[in-house]
């Protein structure tokens, strides 16, 4: 207990104690709300924001550091550095969450969890080239911290710098890695919800746990790690693949053919994993003829083993191009949920090819048709609901003022001869169906996952376009090559559906709509670079030029 003897300056150092303790709260104070002030968007982060609540039960005598900062540390360090600027929201809830506990060190230096991190991010960066995320100060404070195996003090500068940049450098790399690039994904056409992760939760939950080498912070789609591994693999083929370019040919090489060219594509072909052996002779022969039907299968060609100009093409891309092509289909990676074995449909326009999946395993495949270039199939998910047999086709109004109008002056007995008829009349408008019927533009059958682009899956009388490589025809909505098939999958757990009823149905005078039991979600998507499950690396043509305008965004820096 501290006693005095003198009033006067026992009342003059009270005084003084109490204004020193008042200044050093408010100069806090000044310097949080400064922070806040600087960093927020808008006044409606107060009403919005639900601050994270502080655990007081974790102090000096309970926690396992017993190594606490001081909270005006980490106001002045986010001042200083405005790289971190984005993740301020992440740092305050983490150290108010844990009462300033530190995260990256305790009573005896640097925490196994920090050489974890570093070690994880410096892979990243070698495996991708990618230097964005490199912090230099980061990197030399670590080794000085680590070198010699230093115990520091807790209050050495060093030491607090250290463990704020190592939090920052956590936020910056599990937000590149995991979350992707702040792009606005709407903008690039893309409607499929991002994939929402919190960082804040992210970084607890990774000091608290022990992971293996190679293994991701967090659930990733399945493609994520195969095209992180097909990008290692590429920066190594970049120094290795030739530089000169395939004359482009008038006449296509097959089997028996013999040329210098053929050489050349055998080099590339056996760097790119296509071709087996070292053969580099000038003969065209079974082998290469093989080589070349995987190589056209991988990227989407005619697979009929003649190397065309096509072909050629596709051998003179640079590697650089396809690196670039991975990364991007990486970012949209990094968008996509992660896989979790339930039952979905995928359709990927890019490759025109529409994948059911169920319990983690591809268990159907068929063709199907997108809309063309200036009819965008948009990108988006939504929840198959209903199974329309023998559907109307109420024809869009935009097609009606182009197409149908147009044809109905030429022809008076145009609606007829193609079973349609008027309905009505909306802002000037007539309101056109298609009845049902071979003849209808649906097909026999359609299927509905309700969203606001009056996209669907459906049937269409026009079978002969599901033999052409590029099948971008439709307005679009998407035409599948086995209506039927699709019907008794989606049927199969209702005992009152089998093969029989399903082929009734189809071929009835007015359409019959079926309610699933259970909805499917179906993912619209735009890969242009994937692995099958085979293994296999696909590349794909960018034919709505979405590839273009991420790497636009992606690599402008």
Same mark, same amino acid.
């Given at each position: 207990?501290?006693?005095?003897?003198?009033?006067?300056?026992?009342?003059?150092?009270?005084?003084?104690?109490?204004?020193?303790?008042?200044?050093?709260?408010?100069?806090?104070?000044?310097?949080?709300?400064?922070?806040?002030?600087?960093?927020?968007?808008?006044?409606?982060?107060?009403?919005?924001?639900?601050?994270?609540?502080?655990?007081?039960?974790?102090?000096?005598?309970?926690?396992?550091?017993?190594?606490?900062?001081? !909270?005006?540390?980490?106001?002045?360090?986010?001042?200083?550095?405005?790289?971190?600027?984005?993740?301020?929201?992440?740092?305050?809830?983490?150290?108010?969450?844990?009462?300033?506990?530190?995260?990256?060190?305790?009573?005896?230096?640097?925490?196994?969890?920090?050489?974890?991190?570093?070690?994880?991010?410096?892979?990243?960066?070698?495996?991708?080239?990618?230097?964005?995320?490199?912090?230099?100060?980061?990197?030399?404070?670590?080794?000085?911290?680590?070198?010699?195996?230093?115990?520091?003090?807790?209050?050495?500068?060093?030491?607090?710098?250290?463990?704020?940049?190592?939090?920052?450098?956590?936020?910056?790399?599990?937000?590149?890695?995991?979350?992707?690039?702040?792009?606005?994904?709407?903008?690039?056409?893309?409607?499929?919800?991002?994939?929402?992760?919190?960082?804040?939760?992210?970084?607890? !939950?990774?000091?608290?746990?022990?992971?293996?080498?190679?293994?991701?912070?967090?659930?990733?789609?399945?493609?994520?790690?195969?095209?992180?591994?097909?990008?290692?693999?590429?920066?190594?083929?970049?120094?290795?693949?030739?530089?000169?370019?395939?004359?482009?040919?008038?006449?296509?090489?097959?089997?028996?053919?013999?040329?210098?060219?053929?050489?050349?594509?055998?080099?590339?072909?056996?760097?790119?994993?296509?071709?087996?052996?070292?053969?580099?002779?000038?003969?065209?022969?079974?082998?290469?003829?093989?080589?070349?039907?995987?190589?056209?299968?991988?990227?989407?060609?005619?697979?009929?083993?003649?190397?065309?100009?096509?072909?050629?093409?596709?051998?003179?891309?640079?590697?650089?191009?396809?690196?670039?092509?991975?990364?991007?289909?990486?970012?949209?990676?990094?968008?996509?949920?992660?896989?979790?074995?339930?039952?979905?449909?995928?359709?990927?326009?890019?490759?025109?090819?529409?994948?059911?999946?169920?319990?983690?395993?591809?268990?159907?495949?068929?063709?199907?048709?997108?809309?063309?270039?200036?009819?965008?199939?948009?990108?988006?998910?939504?929840?198959?609901?209903?199974?329309?047999?023998?559907?109307?086709?109420?024809?869009?109004?935009?097609?009606?003022?182009?197409?149908?109008?147009?044809?109905?002056?030429?022809?008076?007995?145009?609606?007829?001869?193609?079973?349609?008829?008027?309905?009505?009349?909306?802002?000037?408008?007539?309101?056109?169906?298609?009845?049902?019927?071979?003849?209808?533009?649906?097909?026999?059958?359609?299927?509905?996952?309700?969203?606001?682009?009056?996209?669907?899956?459906?049937?269409?009388?026009?079978?002969?376009?599901?033999?052409?490589?590029?099948?971008?025809?439709?307005?679009?909505?998407?035409?599948?090559?086995?209506?039927?098939?699709?019907?008794?999958?989606?049927?199969?757990?209702?005992?009152?559906?089998?093969?029989?009823?399903?082929?009734?149905?189809?071929?009835?005078?007015?359409?019959?709509?079926?309610?699933?039991?259970?909805?499917?979600?179906?993912?619209?998507?735009?890969?242009?670079?994937?692995?099958?499950?085979?293994?296999?690396?696909?590349?794909?043509?960018?034919?709505?030029?979405?590839?273009?305008?991420?790497?636009?965004?992606?690599?402008?820096?």
């Amino acid at each position: 207990m501290w006693v005095c003897c003198n009033k006067s300056t026992c009342k003059c150092m009270v005084s003084k104690i109490v204004k020193y303790y008042i200044h050093r709260i408010m100069i806090r104070n000044l310097l949080g709300l400064l922070l806040l002030v600087l960093t927020l968007p808008s006044c409606n982060y107060f009403k919005s924001k639900k601050l994270m609540a502080r655990d007081t039960t974790i102090n000096h005598l309970t926690s396992f550091n017993s190594v606490f900062l001081d !909270s005006v540390h980490v106001d002045s360090f986010l001042l200083k550095h405005p790289e971190f600027k984005a993740f301020t929201e992440q740092f305050r809830d983490f150290y108010t969450h844990r009462n300033y506990e530190y995260a990256w060190f305790d009573s005896s230096g640097l925490a196994e969890q920090a050489h974890n991190f570093i070690n994880l991010q410096s892979n990243y960066i070698t495996d991708f080239a990618d230097s964005s995320i490199y912090n230099p100060v980061l990197e030399e404070l670590f080794q000085n911290l680590y070198s010699g195996n230093v115990r520091p003090a807790m209050g050495d500068p060093k030491v607090i710098q250290a463990e704020l940049l190592l939090t920052g450098q956590f936020f910056r790399y599990a937000a590149k890695v995991y979350k992707g690039s702040d792009i606005d994904a709407a903008k690039l056409g893309w409607y499929i919800p991002r994939k929402k992760i919190d960082l804040t939760v992210l970084l607890d !939950s990774t000091l608290k746990s022990q992971l293996a080498e190679g293994e991701p912070l967090v659930p990733v789609n399945a493609q994520y790690q195969k095209l992180q591994d097909q990008v290692a693999k590429y920066l190594v083929l970049e120094k290795q693949f030739p530089k000169d370019k395939i004359t482009p040919v008038k006449k296509s090489f097959k089997k028996g053919d013999t040329t210098y060219a053929i050489t050349q594509i055998k080099k590339r072909l056996q760097l790119l994993g296509d071709m087996p052996g070292s053969d580099t002779s000038q003969l065209f022969d079974t082998v290469l003829e093989n080589a070349a039907k995987l190589f056209q299968r991988r990227m989407g060609l005619t697979e009929d083993g003649v190397i065309g100009n096509k072909m050629i093409t596709e051998l003179n891309t640079p590697i650089s191009w396809r690196i670039r092509q991975l990364l991007v289909n990486m970012e949209r990676v990094r968008w996509m949920p992660a896989e979790r074995g339930s039952r979905f449909i995928l359709v990927n326009i890019p490759e025109y090819k529409l994948h059911v999946m169920d319990s983690g395993r591809q268990i159907m495949d068929m063709n199907v048709i997108v809309g063309t270039a200036a009819n965008n199939t948009v990108i988006f998910s939504g929840n198959l609901k209903y199974v329309v047999f023998s559907p109307y086709w109420n024809v869009p109004s935009s097609i009606v003022r182009k197409e149908m109008l147009p044809a109905i002056s030429r022809n008076r007995n145009y609606l007829s001869r193609n079973n349609m008829e008027i309905t009505g009349y909306s802002g000037g408008l007539p309101e056109i169906r298609q009845k049902p019927g071979p003849t209808n533009a649906l097909g026999l059958v359609k299927f509905l996952f309700p969203n606001n682009f009056n996209i669907y899956l459906h049937d269409t009388p026009n079978r002969e376009l599901f033999s052409s490589t590029t099948r971008s025809f439709s307005h679009g909505c998407i035409r599948i090559s086995e209506p039927k098939k699709m019907a008794e999958y989606l049927l199969r757990d209702d005992q009152s559906w089998n093969s029989e009823t399903i082929d009734s149905a189809m071929h009835l005078a007015k359409e019959k709509w079926v309610t699933l039991n259970k909805t499917v979600p179906v993912y619209v998507v735009y890969f242009t670079a994937w692995v099958d499950r085979n293994g296999l690396l696909n590349f794909r043509n960018d034919i709505y030029k979405h590839d273009t305008k991420m790497a636009e965004k992606l690599f402008t820096r």
